[in-house]
């Protein structure tokens, strides 16, 4: 039978996931918490699920409900964290959580069985089926593609790059907490800082990251800065366990609208190719968990009913995330990338629910009055000239 042919009987699954990432894993592990029945195949290019990350999050990032079903992939749980700039220190007491990607592929090898198949390159995702590289296709009412990132011109992005280094030390760090930014470190390549997990009395992860306007990493540059950051801070290497990199998407501008119309599968878009990530942070896994929910609230598992509600949503916070772009474009576009931890370090010195609600997304109208009010650490007329997206979309279209 042509792959085109239209309804077929067969069913292989009730949900096959396209990609075995995070946003998959946290569909699998919300839909088999309330129906541990259902048969969910997950299709991983890899040979193990959710690659090599660590993935935080603030716990103001989720509700308590979330935090529940989340809890056996939390690797790592921190009680508050700290910020360093040059004249400004901080302690938080928002906790601080990690899943790891290790912990990730084990719960989800359980969780799954022999339903993970690892190792298959999905070629086509349709509708109500997903055929292989091998040739073979499997068919279900729910296809959920998420395959990570889509390359569009529709959305105007920078970069927030990084490596990082799990190391074990030779003898005890003492750090009891992570050290989310610490910026006074030289401001290369944009807004620069390293961020160092405590992961184990001996472990710990470091991680240089930049805020650039470039995707590219220069590897061995950077794992040599690491090399050095450690040795500053007389922390000696006994082995390095593993290391992982990203460049994370910092939305400056788009147009949402026409980025789905461009989707080109006709099944339910998720995670970072649903374009569900902080405009200023990149990071999705909160949005994930939303999206996890609205899949786990469908009245019937059917791709149509997904596809329209992971669209909605998306637009939906597209939308209602400007603000953040108004001050990514600040960032990137109005301050001289050497100053650009000015406007981190000013935003360190607002009260701790502020912090909180801006990483969650849910900035209200005072706190965005209070992030813009005061002397800008940035040029004013380079600051207006931020105002409005379109300049940089008509850019794009120009380019
Ligand atoms: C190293 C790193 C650290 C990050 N840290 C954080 C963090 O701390 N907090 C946070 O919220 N966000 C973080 N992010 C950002 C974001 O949450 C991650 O990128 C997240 O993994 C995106 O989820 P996703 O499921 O959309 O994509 P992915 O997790 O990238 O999953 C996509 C999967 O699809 C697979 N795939 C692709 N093509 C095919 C194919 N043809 N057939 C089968 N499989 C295929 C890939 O192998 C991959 O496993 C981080 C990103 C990186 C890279």
Request: aromatic share 8%.
């Amino acid at each position: 039978m042509p792959f085109d042919s239209p309804s077929t009987a067969q069913t292989d699954a009730d949900v096959l996931l396209v990609g075995g990432g995070l946003a998959a894993s946290l569909v699998a592990l919300r839909l088999k918490r309330d129906r541990p029945a259902l048969r969910i195949i997950l299709l991983e290019r890899e040979r193990r699920i959710g690659g090599e990350h660590t993935w935080c999050h603030f716990a103001s990032d989720v509700t308590p409900a979330v935090s529940g079903w989340l809890s056996p992939l939390i690797a790592h749980d921190w009680s508050g964290y700290e910020v360093r700039f040059p004249t400004h220190r901080r302690t938080l007491t928002t906790p601080y959580r990690a899943v790891t990607s290790d912990l990730l592929h084990k719960v989800m090898s359980e969780l799954l069985g022999a339903d993970a198949w690892l190792g298959v390159d999905a070629t086509e995702v349709r509708v109500d089926r997903v055929r292989l590289a091998d040739g073979r296709r499997l068919f279900a009412p729910l296809v959920i593609d998420a395959r990570g990132p889509r390359r569009s011109d529709q959305l105007v992005l920078a970069w927030q790059k990084f490596i990082g280094r799990e190391v074990r030390l030779e003898t005890p760090h003492g750090i009891s907490r992570p050290i989310v930014m610490d910026a006074t470190v030289p401001q290369d390549d944009g807004y620069r800082f390293f961020y160092v997990l405590p992961t184990g009395p001996d472990r710990l992860l470091i991680e240089d990251t930049r805020y650039s306007d470039r995707p590219a990493l220069d590897t061995a540059l950077i794992e040599a800065e690491i090399d050095a950051y450690a040795l500053a801070h007389g922390w000696r290497v006994a082995a390095i366990e593993r290391q992982e990199h990203g460049v994370l998407p910092i939305a400056l501008a788009g147009d949402i609208d026409a980025y789905w119309e461009q989707s080109p599968s006709a099944a339910a878009d998720a995670g970072l190719r649903a374009a569900l990530f902080h405009p200023t942070t990149g990071y999705s896994l909160p949005d994930a968990t939303r999206q996890a929910e609205l899949v786990a609230a469908l009245p019937e598992l059917s791709t149509t009913l997904a596809r329209a509600g992971l669209e909605q949503l998306s637009k939906r916070l597209w939308k209602q995330r400007a603000f953040y772009r108004l001050l990514n474009r600040m960032l990137f576009r109005a301050a001289r990338p050497d100053q650009r931890y000015r406007v981190l370090e000013r935003f360190y010195r607002l009260p701790q629910p502020l912090i909180e609600r801006f990483y969650a997304g849910g900035s209200t109208l005072p706190d965005k009055l209070r992030l813009l009010s005061g002397k800008p650490p940035v040029p004013i007329g380079a600051a207006l000239a931020c105002l409005s997206e379109r300049p940089l979309l008509a850019e794009r279209a120009d380019a």
